[in-house]
Each structure stands twice: as C-alpha cells, then as structure tokens.
C-alpha cells in the first residue's frame, strides 16, 4: 500500500472509464462482455475486453481497491512491463479459465477484473510473503494465509456453485499470476521455496479434482 503510481493509476482509469461507458450503455456492455456462446462464434476479444467492464459500481469499487492495495509490491520488484504481464496474464488466464468450466453452457455471461486482480495478490505474495493484511481492515493477519485461504474457498465455492461470482476466473487468475511471476523472477524460487510450495497447494488440489470428477 501507498502512493498511487502512474501506472495503475491509468489501469483504474480504464477500468472505471470502460466500466462507466457499459453502465450507461448497453449495447456496449453487451458487446464486450465475456460470453461463451459469442466466444465460441468467434468472438475472441471478449477475453480481453471483458476484464475492464464491472457488473456495478460496487463490484468495481472492490476490484480497484483491491488492485490499489497489492500494486505496489508488485511494481517494486517487477517494473511497469513485469507487472503489466502479470495483470494480462491473469486477466487472460482467468478467462480462458472460465471458458473452459463453462464451454457448454453458451448463455454463461462474466464481467470484471477479478481475474487479473487475483492474480496481482498472488504475485504480491509471492514477491513479499512477510507482507500482513487487515482482515476486516481490524485484524492482521500473513498476506499469504489469506491467499491461500481464499483459494481454498475458491475451490469450495467453484463446487457449490450457489452464487453469481466468477470464482473459476479467479482461481485462473491466481494461476497466471503465479506462474507469470516465477518466469519473470525465477530467483523466487530460492529466496521464497517454502512460500512457492504453500501457494502452489490449492492449485494440485484443484487439478486433482478435475481430474477426479470432483469440479
């Protein structure tokens, strides 16, 4: 957390300038929103484009204060181009993630940067694993017992589906991040193993039920 950079900065600005335009424009909205049926028809570009529409301004609100929170670590150890991989990456990943859960559901319909922004936590983590959060702005707690946490409730709620929240982008996006991050900085691997293998747990578990049948 801290100053604003320049650079996220002008990913919040997209984000809310695109975001506003889809609120107030529904032929837009519709037009550039994550659809797998219009995917499917050849309609790639939703991929990308529907990680910088928002549902309301509620759930855009979350997702940049979010994304404001874990930038910083990021840049720090990144620069602009590392991290600016990382949030495609994860935004990208956590899209084809979804695709891939719902392929034959060609009404399934998603919005948000949840995907890129998770993936930004997770690379934050990794990068600054001392780094504490406030859960519930009150207590704090290790960045990366929350990073795990959630993604093990990711996994749990990706089972349940009782709700409209695109955990599967999410989950993807924490892949991407993860991954992204140890190929642009592979001395991770030896300054931070132990973080490396505890955020690498949910990401097994999940590939376990997949291939179990359990998802």
């Given at each position: 957390m801290g100053d604003l950079a320049l650079l996220t900065i002008v990913i919040i600005a997209a984000n809310v300038i695109i975001s506003f335009k889809g609120f107030n424009d529904?032929?837009?909205?519709?037009?550039?929103?994550?659809?797998?049926?219009?995917?499917?028809?050849?309609?790639?570009?939703?991929?990308?484009?529907?990680?910088?529409?928002?549902?309301?301004?509620g759930h855009l609100f979350v997702n940049?204060?979010?994304?404001?929170?874990?930038?910083?670590?990021?840049?720090?150890?990144?620069?602009?181009?590392?991290?600016?991989?990382?949030?495609?990456?994860?935004?990208?990943?956590?899209?084809?993630?979804?695709?891939?859960?719902h392929k034959n559901e060609w009404?399934?319909?998603?919005?948000?940067?949840?995907?890129?922004?998770?993936?930004?936590l997770y690379a934050a983590i990794l990068l600054n694993p001392d780094m504490m959060l406030g859960l519930f702005f009150i207590v704090p707690i290790p960045a990366y017992i929350f990073g795990i946490g959630y993604m093990f409730y990711t996994i749990y709620a990706m089972r349940k589906r009782q709700d409209n929240i695109g955990h599967d982008a999410h989950f993807g996006g924490a892949v991407g991040g993860y991954l992204a991050t140890l190929i642009i900085q592979p001395w991770v691997f030896k300054e931070h193993l132990l973080m490396v293998l505890l955020l690498a747990a949910p990401i097994i578990v999940l590939f376990w039920l997949h291939r179990e049948g359990k998802l």
């Open positions: 529904l032929s837009f909205f519709h037009r550039y929103k994550f659809n797998v049926g219009d995917i499917r028809s050849g309609k790639k570009y939703q991929i990308l484009t529907s990680g910088f529409l928002h549902a309301d301004y940049m204060l979010t994304l404001y929170f874990f930038a910083n670590p990021v840049l720090y150890y990144l620069g602009n181009l590392g991290f600016v991989v990382v949030y495609l990456v994860s935004l990208i990943l956590g899209n084809l993630s979804s695709l891939y859960f009404n399934y319909t998603a919005v948000g940067a949840s995907g890129a922004v998770t993936g930004v």
